[in-house]
C-alpha cells in the first residue's frame, strides 16, 4: 500500500506543475489576445474618424452647392432666360386673403370669384 501512495504523491506535484504551467499559458496568451483587440479596435476608429472627416468635408461642399443651385437670382434668371418667363403685369396679380373662418366648405362650394374691378 505504501507504494500506491508513494507512486500517487510523485504523480500529484508534476500534474499540480503542469496545470499551473497551462494556466500560466492561457493567461499570457488571454493578455496578447486582449492587446491586439486593443490595437485593431483603436486603428479601425482612426480610419473610421477619417472617413467622418472626409465626408463632414464633403457635405459641407454638398451643402453649398445646394445653396448657390437654389439661389432666387439663378433661378430667375434660367426661368427668364432659358424658359421664356416673364413678371406678370400688375393687373394680372391677384391678392387672396386668408379667410378668417376656419371652414372652407362654403367657399369651396361658391367656386373661384374674380375680384371686382
Avoid: C
Wanted: net charge positive; no cysteine.
Amino acid at each position: 500500500m505504501s507504494s500506491r501512495i508513494k507512486r500517487k504523491l510523485n504523480l500529484h506535484p508534476v500534474l499540480v506543475k503542469l496545470v499551473l504551467f497551462i494556466l500560466v499559458i492561457m493567461s499570457f496568451l488571454l493578455v496578447v489576445w486582449q492587446r491586439t483587440q486593443v490595437l485593431r479596435l483603436g486603428y479601425q476608429m482612426e480610419r473610421m474618424e477619417s472617413t467622418k472627416k472626409e465626408l463632414l468635408k464633403e457635405n459641407k461642399g454638398l451643402l453649398l452647392e445646394v445653396s448657390s443651385l437654389t439661389s432666387l437670382d439663378r433661378i430667375e434668371k434660367i426661368a427668364t432666360n432659358r424658359l421664356g418667363f416673364k413678371a406678370p403685369d400688375r393687373k394680372n396679380i391677384f391678392v387672396v386673403k386668408k379667410p378668417e373662418s376656419k371652414n372652407l366648405r362654403p367657399l369651396l362650394a361658391k367656386g373661384p370669384q374674380r375680384p371686382k374691378s
